[in-house]
């Protein structure tokens, strides 16, 4: 039997990469010390906000010999997640939730796990003693540092993974392995001049060329923070109620984008109308979104974020159905259906909300409807109180 050499075994495995769906395949070493200083930076700078789990596990994240013992190698792989074109005319549709493209149908991670699953097999019988661990966007790696250093593509400005000719719209996944694999050749930056993204953002989170304020970020607020949505940030999120792709819909590096063939990620039918969503029970919100990534926000946090969409709509026919959403038993979405009711009545929401509200007894209600009552009763003269 002819052996074959290892930088054969590894064309052997990009190929099944390919075969397996996976359109972007490179290799480089577990060492990011670069990377790692920088992520601690950011860290210190408390740019992560309320995402305690980026702070966790620094040991494992620069060294990943903490994570597999005696790692020589990381195989990264790209997945194209682009389901359809999308420019920003999306906010003039102020009737509609706009959800990230990434999220219009499966969950990603049930998507690429079993693929990953494979591919790793395929790399067992390659290399029968290795030891590998595989990972999609949950483990303790720096999974675009890695991406990069593996010829991927580069980090631009707006932090997310960019390749040359195919832009941005794709996932990340990663191999470890104690093989010793020929490497790529890192990525170059191409941004160039272009600050395209860091204008766009509509909460200014980009606060400089490849550093994200994740406080700031609207993916952040409406996926990733768990409570009240601040105040100064409601009015920019529009209409958007699932993350943000702003960013990425200006990245000149977009237009070579192509639609994935993939049926998982594209969009499936269902309602995206505001006053329909607002009105889900838990039922309903578990049938609609049971393999969605938006099922990880919870019932909670996803009307939560219809409530401040339907207060950016101008749309008063949604006031009768969030005066419906005052009884609801969660108080965060009360809460926030308390500001969308302000933004849409204006002078006369005090009134409403203290005939519908006269036994609310949670501080987080109360504080926004105080938050209303401050607000009209500067502007108009009008008082309203809860005493």
Not at 96 to 118: C, F, T, W
Not at 211 to 236: H, M, T
Request: proline share 5%; glycine share 6%.
């Amino acid at each position: 039997m002819v052996s074959l050499s290892t930088e054969e075994k590894v064309r052997a495995i990009e190929q099944a990469a390919t075969d397996l769906g996976f359109d972007g395949f490179g290799v480089t070493g577990p060492n990011l010390p670069k990377a790692t200083k920088r992520y601690q930076r950011w860290l210190a700078l408390e740019y992560e906000g309320k995402m305690g789990y980026m702070s966790r596990w620094m040991d494992k994240r620069s060294d990943l010999n903490n994570v597999l013992a005696g790692i020589k190698s990381v195989i990264c792989l790209r997945t194209n997640y682009l389901p359809e074109d999308k420019d920003l005319r999306f906010l003039e549709d102020t009737d509609n939730g706009d959800i990230s493209l990434y999220a219009l149908n499966e969950d990603y991670h049930d998507v690429l796990l079993p693929r990953l699953k494979q591919l790793d097999a395929k790399i067992h019988q390659a290399f029968p003693d290795c030891q590998t661990k595989v990972y999609v966007d949950t483990g303790p790696v720096l999974e675009k540092p890695l991406a990069e250093q593996a010829g991927i593509g580069w980090i631009g400005k707006h932090t997310n993974l960019i390749s040359e000719g195919i832009g941005s719209w794709y996932f990340l996944s990663e191999i470890l392995t104690d093989i010793d694999l020929p490497l790529n050749q890192p990525a170059k930056d191409r941004c160039g001049t272009c600050r395209e993204c860091i204008d766009i953002c509509p909460t200014r989170a980009i606060v400089a060329p490849y550093v994200l304020d994740s406080r700031r970020c609207i993916s952040y607020l409406n996926i990733e923070l768990k409570g009240v949505i601040p105040l100064q940030f409601r009015q920019a999120i529009g209409n958007r109620i699932y993350g943000c792709d702003d960013c990425q819909i200006v990245c000149p590096w977009n237009s070579f984008a192509v639609k994935t063939d993939e049926q998982a990620f594209h969009g499936k039918e269902g309602v995206r109308l505001l006053i329909e969503l607002i009105k889900l029970d838990d039922e309903g919100f578990r049938q609609r979104f049971r393999h969605s990534p938006i099922k990880r926000i919870k019932r909670r946090g996803f009307l939560r974020n219809v409530a401040v969409a339907l207060g950016n709509s101008g749309n008063l026919d949604a006031v009768a159905p969030l005066i419906e959403v005052l009884g609801d038993p969660e108080p965060l979405i009360r809460a926030h259906a308390v500001w969308a009711l302000g933004e849409l009545l204006q002078e006369k929401a005090p009134t409403v909300l203290w005939e519908s509200l006269a036994r609310e007894s949670d501080e987080m209600v109360l504080t926004e409807i105080r938050n209303v009552d401050k607000t009209f009763r500067r502007s108009s003269g009008s008082y309203f109180s809860l005493e």
